[in-house]
């Protein structure tokens, strides 16, 4: 097929840090289609070519990450002969440059650098030059030069191909995510944005004659190395390993408890360090996952909560710095014979008093990886890296982070901020960070705009602006408006990381505990309960004052705006989320000033802060509920815990809120969408693992056909509650068919909200005033503590639900 030739020979232009901005929109039309952006990039011209004239040369391909390279770029290349896509590895002297092989040496994490370069025959530009020194950076640059290029529409379409140089290198060295529970990682997205690191929990055991067991999906790690991601196992918090069935086989390596306290009843204890089994177990593990192939690294998380062991050999000795030489101990055993084997060692809130202690002990080579459930799991405006590990970091050493890249690790909210995830990215870099492994639970799918935006700036930390990131972001993404997209990101990336940064919402979610400072349900309060909301302070932490509170609503508000012209229901819901925060807030701190007010006052001021905390509410547990299934459709019953909660807890808060009014006269225009006890649940009423059906009448709380919430609050026990489903039923027989009905199975052990929905339609055979019965499915847990009865205490509530209801009321 003929070759079409379409050359600019005046576009010139060079990126380097800061190349984004002030480039001609020649440039842009290469520069905005690559997410990360590369550092150094030259752009002379360009050639229009058909996949049908482009070959593709290629080194062996033994490495598997070299055929994904290949793989990454066959749609671009079909022919035989032609213009030349040529991978070549700089240790290969006889088709790498020598210019180019010094470049690729001298810049920061060489094994993930990578260059682009045109070739030239008879003047002519004739193909391109892939080289790196790996094949992970090989990988890298198919990947850069398969974001520039697009495949053809229809067999047959020609590819513009630019005349370039390129040359780019990550300023983290390991970027990605860790992942636990039910929260797998999807290693195509991952791999797309040039993460290169994935940290996940496997299963640990033992088999029946107690030898320790550590299941890895071979598969699983195959796939991962096979897209230039390490797959690194992780051993959980030491204190937690009880879990793993380790003392019904081992009890003699059990931590003693500290004989001049009493023991709790709930007590399970930690693991001795000074038993040499307690290593040999650590040292068993650890040598099960380091033979699985493409395993080189493995993380050690130490206790979250200080577990010292009271044993005439432990006793006196720093827990922590105890646990980390046990660590070290038990992977010196287990890495021997097994060349490039790592080790990390995780810190936690409970080390962080004593991370020097654990620093000293760890060895020179061990890479440190900095977690504090309070400290990197925040998203306020405060830096995470502290003197002590910047020092550390600063001196040559391996750190890592785990920070959550979302607002909470609590809560499911939409939270899209450029400037959060820059400032976090920028400061890691700055402070010379080697790893960086974020935290997005439940799922990608809520926050791929944060996650895509920490590939960004982890690669390259000083290139685009969040304005410039979001637009490109959203030209990437298929958003139409992509500048008017940016200014919206913008705005909400401001209040957003305002409004995370105090975790309200993760507070609210336990609303009695947030308002009222409750240890356990009490379900009736006064306005002196209140805990006083002060701007600077709590949840409005990152709000210094009422006028700064107000102009964040005010830009929240012209958000919304903006959202609504463009007609974006993701960015609609978004902004409804955020305002309507912010609303219930305010209405929170109207509420607790007036009891600064006399008499006749504090009425009038109630009732108009109630009001208001009930308008938001119904937004937000529309605006929430609507983003959440609409950015990650599911069926109800596998919609994620955290989700509900977040649904549902502006509703709780309202609920709290109004026992106030009712304690102060107040008439309540909207009693049905209160949380109203239906009954109690008690130990003797239950059978371990034996599910057992609870009964209650609601004829008299259910107001008409909608959506009601059931809300399952613990009050005292050691072990929680399994709920394996809930229905509504029109009479106290198990054998009619239910109404409605919520399959959901969870384990509650602060609270749980289930969803049931009758007569939406039209079309139920249930109509007001006709009998209505509550029926659960429980069963008692076993206790996890030895010679520990379980024991459980809770109350069911049941309210109507504002879902679905959109206007006021």
């Not at 003197?387 to 909470?408: A, D, I, M, N």
Request: aromatic residues 10%; contains cysteine; proline residues 7%.
């Amino acid at each position: 097929m003929a070759r079409r030739w379409a050359v600019s020979l005046l576009m010139v232009a060079m990126i380097a840090a800061g190349l984004a901005r002030g480039e001609d929109a020649s440039l842009q039309k290469w520069s905005r289609r690559v997410i990360p952006l590369p550092k150094q990039l030259k752009i002379s011209g360009s050639r229009t070519v058909s996949p049908g004239d482009v070959v593709l040369a290629l080194p062996p391909l033994e490495e598997p990450v070299l055929r994904t390279a290949a793989d990454t770029l066959r749609p671009f290349a079909q022919g035989h002969k032609g213009f030349e896509i040529r991978l070549v590895l700089t240790a290969d002297g006889s088709h790498c440059p020598t210019e180019l092989r010094a470049k690729l040496a001298g810049v920061p994490n060489r094994d993930q650098a990578y260059a682009l370069q045109s070739m030239e025959a008879g003047g002519k530009f004739s193909g391109l030059l892939l080289a790196a020194n790996t094949p992970l950076g090989l990988l890298y640059a198919a990947q850069t030069l398969a974001q520039l290029v697009s495949v053809p529409s229809h067999p047959g379409n020609s590819i513009e191909f630019p005349q370039i140089t390129l040359l780019d290198w990550p300023d983290l060295a390991e970027r990605g995510e860790w992942f636990g529970g039910d929260n797998f990682p999807d290693l195509h997205w991952m791999a797309d944005r040039k993460f290169n690191v994935i940290e996940i929990q496997p299963h640990l055991g033992f088999s029946s004659d107690g030898s320790p067991q550590s299941n890895l999906d071979q598969m699983a790690v195959d796939s991962a190395t096979a897209l230039g991601i390490s797959y690194v196992p992780i051993i959980w918090h030491m204190e937690q390993l009880s879990s793993t069935g380790l003392f019904r086989y081992h009890p003699d390596i059990a931590s003693t408890p500290d004989p001049s306290k009493p023991l709790p009843l709930d007590y399970e204890p930690g693991v001795c360090f000074s038993k040499p089994k307690t290593i040999e177990i650590l040292a068993t593990w650890m040598r099960q996952m380091l033979a699985t192939r493409g395993v080189k690294e493995i993380n050690i998380w130490v206790s979250e909560e200080s577990s010292p062991c009271y044993c005439e050999l432990c006793k006196g000795r720093e827990p922590y710095g105890t646990e980390v030489k046990g660590i070290q101990e038990a992977f010196e055993k287990a890495r021997r014979g097994m060349d490039g084997a790592t080790l990390q060692i995780l810190t936690t809130q409970g080390s962080y008093e004593v991370n020097d202690k654990v620093l000293a002990a760890a060895s020179p080579e061990t890479r440190i990886v900095y977690y504090d459930g309070a400290r990197t799991y925040d998203s306020s405006h405060r830096p995470m890296i502290y003197p002590l590990l910047e020092k550390f970091s600063r001196s040559g050493h391996w750190l890592g982070v785990y920070p959550q890249f979302t607002s909470s690790w609590r809560t499911v909210f939409p939270f899209t901020s450029p400037q959060f995830m820059q400032a976090r990215m920028q400061e890691f870099a700055d402070k010379r960070l080697s790893g960086v492994f974020g935290y997005a639970t439940p799922s990608n799918r809520y926050y791929e705009f944060n996650i895509t935006a920490a590939a960004e700036w982890g690669w390259n930390s000083r290139g685009r602006s969040p304005r410039e990131f979001s637009e490109v972001y959203a030209q990437k993404a298929g958003i139409a408006h992509p500048e008017r997209f940016a200014e919206w990101a913008v705005m909400m990336g401001d209040v957003g990381w305002d409004l995370a940064g105090g975790r309200a919402i993760q507070r609210l979610i336990l609303p009695g505990a947030a308002l009222f400072n409750d240890k356990q349900y009490r379900g009736s309060h006064q306005l002196k309960d209140l805990v006083p909301l002060q701007f600077g302070h709590g949840y409005l932490d990152e709000f210094p004052n009422r006028q700064y509170f107000q102009a964040r609503m005010a830009l929240a508000g012209q958000a919304l705006k903006l959202a609504e012209a463009e007609g974006n229901e993701l960015m609609v819901e978004e902004s409804r989320s955020v305002l309507g925060t912010l609303n219930l807030l305010g209405g929170l701190v109207e509420l607790s000033d007036a009891r600064n007010l006399a008499q006749e006052g504090k009425i009038a001021a109630a009732t108009a802060a109630l009001a208001k905390i009930d308008d938001a509410a119904r937004v937000l547990t529309n605006s929430v509920y609507q983003w959440g299934t609409k950015v990650n459709p599911l069926p109800q019953d596998a919609l994620p815990s955290r989700l509900r909660d977040t649904v549902d807890f502006a509703y709780a808060v309202a609920s709290a809120a109004w026992e106030i009014g009712r304690d102060l006269g107040i008439m309540d225009p909207h009693p049905d969408y209160r949380l109203r006890p239906v009954l109690e649940w008690k130990t003797e009423d239950l059978a371990i693992g034996v599910r057992t059906p609870l009964w209650g009448e609601v004829t008299g709380l259910a107001s008409g056909p909608g959506e009601y919430d059931v809300r399952f609050q613990f009050v005292d026990g050691k072990v929680g509650l399994d709920v394996h489903s809930v229905e509504l039923l029109p009479s106290h027989d198990e054998s009619r068919q239910p109404l409605a009905i919520d399959p959901w199975n969870w384990h509650v052990d602060a609270y749980a909200d289930y969803w049931l929905a009758i007569g939406k339609d039209g079309k139920g055979i249930w109509k007001l005033g006709d009998p209505l019965y509550l029926k659960t499915d429980v069963s008692l847990p076993p206790s996890k503590a030895a010679n520990v009865a379980p024991t459980s205490h809770g109350v069911i509530l049941l309210g109507k639900s504002w879902l679905g209801v959109e206007g006021p009321h």
